[in-house]
């Protein structure tokens, strides 16, 4: 298949075209940084400069192309976080998602590409009330923080678009990222203490290592039908359970404990929300009908192993 992916350079991009190239599939990638077309074609793809909210540039560069299938990994989430402006952290993220999905699909139109792949995210997006964990049938939060509105909409604009377009439309719900390019910040707060136990923290977490994020696309490239699947590890839990265990296994001191009402003096409604109601995942349905496990099926080994590249097998060079 030819696959065009649309923000290849990104923490799971980066992670998705080696195995695509692995797999025999022809790849044309997306940067909107001229100085990383290299990287790009160091992992076996062919680069593209493109500004993914730039619709013409966006139908020319698929036009010339010719995919058979587009994958939509833009985002831009790269800088400094801020839970408490959550709509303006993610006001760059939720443009990509709304406008860059529409450019994306009327140029898959235009083309007559027949399958897109789009990232969406499950966790923060999940009714807090019910059962700890969410299938793709359960609803989303109906009353988020007023700092996410924004940002609940465009996900929320994006899997509409996305599988109700004319063609294979299928948008992957990943959990809390993890692994190389995805962590380092959390475990620094963690190490320094700053990232807390708010209130009894007993919001639940769904992770999925970039790896395993990266299968899940191939597969729904290869085998998924037109819908939304999540894409998370097989372990869904409290933040009490999984952030003191991360503090242990990156050799920190165990995270401190917080009462609600200052978490959210200091860091906001959307941090306490997360910590104390947040709602997990279930990946029964990827597993089920993409044919695919997370190998890191619990964020437990993931953390204590897979948070970093893999190291060299003996014989093999490390570096250049
Ligand atoms: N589910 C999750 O937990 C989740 C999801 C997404 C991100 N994150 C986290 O957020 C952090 C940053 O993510 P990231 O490393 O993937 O970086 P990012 O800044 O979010 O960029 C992602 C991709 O989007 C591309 N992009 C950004 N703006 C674009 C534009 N206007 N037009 C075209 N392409 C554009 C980037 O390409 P260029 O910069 O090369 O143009 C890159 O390939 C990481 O820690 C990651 O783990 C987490």
């Known amino acids: 298949m030819r696959v065009f992916v649309a923000g290849a350079t990104g923490a799971i991009g980066?992670?998705?075209?080696?195995?695509?190239v692995e797999r025999g599939h022809d790849v044309v990638a997306t940067t909107s940084r001229p100085e990383k077309v290299d990287a790009l074609r160091a992992l076996g793809a062919r680069p593209v400069v493109l500004d993914g909210l730039d619709g013409v540039a966006v139908g020319e560069a698929v036009a010339r192309a010719e995919p058979d299938a587009i994958v939509h990994q833009m985002t831009a989430l790269a800088?400094?976080?801020?839970?408490r402006r959550f709509d303006r952290w993610f006001a760059d993220t939720n443009e990509l998602r709304t406008?860059?999905?529409e450019h994306l699909l009327a140029a898959a139109r235009a083309a007559g590409v027949g399958r897109l792949v789009a990232q969406s995210y499950t966790g923060w997006t999940n009714a807090r009330s019910g059962g700890p964990v969410k299938t793709e049938a359960d609803a989303f939060d109906?009353?988020?923080?007023?700092?996410?509105?924004?940002?609940?909409?465009a996900i929320h604009f994006l899997e509409d678009a996305v599988t109700g377009a004319?063609?294979?439309?299928?948008?992957l719900r990943f959990g809390n990222f993890y692994g190389p390019g995805a962590s380092e910040s959390l475990v620094e707060l963690v190490r320094k203490r700053q990232f807390p136990v708010i209130g009894d923290g007993g919001g639940v977490w769904s992770w999925i290592h970039l790896d395993d994020a990266a299968a899940a696309t191939v597969a729904a490239l290869e085998r998924g039908r037109s819908g939304v699947y999540?894409?998370?590890d097989d372990e869904p839990a409290p933040v009490t359970e999984w952030l003191p265990y991360l503090a242990q296994v990156v050799g920190a001191k165990p995270p401190r404990r917080v009462p609600a009402w200052l978490g959210r003096l200091a860091a906001g409604e959307v941090a306490v929300q997360w910590m104390t109601?947040?709602?997990g995942a279930s990946n029964e349905k990827a597993k089920r009908e993409l044919d695919w496990q997370p190998a890191w099926s619990s964020w437990r080994g993931g953390f204590r192993d897979g948070l970093g590249e893999p190291a060299p097998r003996r014989g093999e060079r490390a570096g250049p």
């Open 14 to 20: 980066r992670r998705l075209v080696p195995p695509l």
């Open 230 to 232: 999540n894409v998370v």
């Open 99 to 101: 406008k860059g999905t």
């Open 142 to 153: 109906a009353r988020p923080a007023r700092a996410q509105r924004e940002s609940l909409a």
């Open 166 to 171: 004319p063609l294979e439309g299928i948008a």
């Open 277 to 279: 109601e947040g709602r």
């Open 79 to 83: 800088g400094k976080p801020d839970l």
